[in-house]
T-cell receptor
């Protein structure tokens, strides 16, 4: 049973526009969420994270929003650039447990 | 600073054979993790070392998988005997004890069992 779900396998966005990647989770015990970015033939790279005590975290062009009541988080990329084309993974963890629970990923394609 | 390295990058073996994957974490990182991604699905946790000790091995699929971390440095993951369903990409990650949740990943080893 998947505890972290990314329901969109792929997303295509025009360069310069906003990219919004979504993630839903089922376990209310998750207290920390992370987004990773992955290029082909490389390992995932940490992008941005958010604690469950916050509802927003921003780092440059990347903003993560957390809606605990809906068990939903989203990653906003503004403006989208060609180098943002990659697979984006949402991951979550529970307090005192270091393992990450991952979604299946969303492939983001930025069109020129 | 060198990142997490993994060897080999790709391994093709026959069902029933043995394969050993190696991971060298970032120097100074006490935490080392193994993950696996099968056929475009989600990445799944296998186990977590703190230095040389297994902290959590709840994700290890069965006793055909054996992970070690000698001296708290590099780690190996042995699959013996390999089965077809073991095919996938095996990722290793490491993190510093001060920021354990920011895990740095290696490029992965693609294992194909035929």
């Amino acid at each position: 049973d998947q505890q972290v779900k990314q329901n969109s396998p792929s997303l295509s966005v025009q360069e310069g526009r906003i990219s919004i990647l979504n993630c839903d989770y089922t376990n209310s015990m998750f207290d920390y969420f992370l987004w990773y970015k992955k290029y082909p033939a490389e390992g995932p790279t940490f992008l941005i994270s958010i604690s469950s005590i916050k509802d927003k975290n921003e780092d440059g062009r990347f903003t993560v929003f957390l809606n605990k009541s809906a068990k939903h988080l989203s990653l906003h990329i503004v403006p989208s650039q060609p180098g943002d084309s990659a697979v984006y993974f949402c991951a979550a963890r529970m307090d005192s447990n270091y393992q990450l629970i991952w979604g299946a990923g969303t492939k983001l394609i930025i069109k020129p | 600073e060198a990142g997490v390295t993994q060897f080999p990058s790709h391994s093709v073996i026959e069902k029933g054979q043995t394969v050993t994957l190696r991971c060298d974490p970032i120097s100074g990182h006490d935490n080392l993790y193994w993950y696996r991604r099968v056929m475009g699905k989600e990445i799944k946790f296998l186990l977590h070392f703190v230095k040389e000790s297994k902290q959590d091995e709840s994700g290890m699929p069965n006793n055909r998988f054996l992970a070690e971390r000698t001296g708290g440095t590099y780690s190996t993951l042995k699959v013996q005997p390999a089965e077809l369903e073991d095919s996938g990409v095996y990722f290793c990650a490491s993190s510093h004890r001060r920021s354990p949740y920011e895990q740095y990943f290696g490029p992965g080893t693609r294992l194909t069992v035929t």
